[in-house]
């Protein structure tokens, strides 16, 4: 019989354990498991006549202050988040069979972290930041093309400046769930939570 690896807090008391230092041994796991985008996660919103809405993002950086992602501020989600201040995030990563949730209020990334970022990206992933008009209607494929080739030649010979409207958000945690799979559907569940950033995490063990 195959003795299961531990799971967070197994040796540990509660209250003793730092979520963000067990997402990164699950995240660094992912990355050498996981066939696509292990970094992909779930990112749950809210509009203005409080309907949820869904969708999936690629994590791009995070620490103790929380876990960052980039957008167009004038989609959907960019309207909703600044609208309402508050995000949800699921990680899934079925080759390793565990899930973390990820809950708290958002922020916007500082235009140099922002700047630093999107000058990191391909140019061509530059140039769709500008020519992409997200979440609003689109006549064609043509019609993208179109803008997607306008926006090249006026930077054909120079660098591509990051879009006022492009950026990134900081979802700070107030909660984050840990999740595995285990036989009969007797999973494990831990999940730490704090009121405010500067308070210290409690643990809580949950029923499947």
Not at 129 to 141: H, I, P, T, V
Not at 180 to 206: A, C, I, K, M, Q
Request: hydrophobic share 40%; glycine share 6%.
């Amino acid at each position: 019989m195959t003795e299961r690896p531990p799971h967070p807090a197994d040796d540990d008391a509660p209250g003793t354990q730092d979520p963000i230092e067990i997402f990164e041994r699950w995240f660094k796991e992912a990355h050498t498991s996981e066939p696509n985008d292990p970094n992909a996660m779930a990112l749950a919103s809210v509009d203005a006549d409080g309907m949820p809405n869904v969708r999936m993002v690629l994590l791009k950086g995070y620490d103790h202050n929380g876990f960052v992602f980039y957008t167009n501020y004038e989609s959907a989600k960019g309207q909703e988040l600044l609208g309402q201040g508050k995000a949800a995030l699921c990680f899934h990563w079925k080759s390793l069979r565990r899930q973390v949730r990820v809950r708290g209020p958002v922020q916007q990334v500082t235009a140099e972290e922002a700047d630093a970022y999107f000058a990191s990206r391909p140019k061509d992933s530059q140039i769709g930041a500008w020519a992409s008009q997200q979440s609003r209607a689109l006549e064609g494929r043509w019609a993208l093309e179109a803008a997607v080739a306008q926006v090249a030649a006026r930077y054909a010979l120079s660098k591509v400046p990051r879009p006022p409207h492009w950026s990134g958000f900081r979802v700070m945690p107030f909660e984050i769930e840990f999740w595995r799979d285990r036989p009969f559907r007797l999973h494990e569940r831990l999940v730490f939570r704090r009121p405010g950033l500067l308070d210290p995490w409690t643990t809580l063990r949950l029923y499947p």
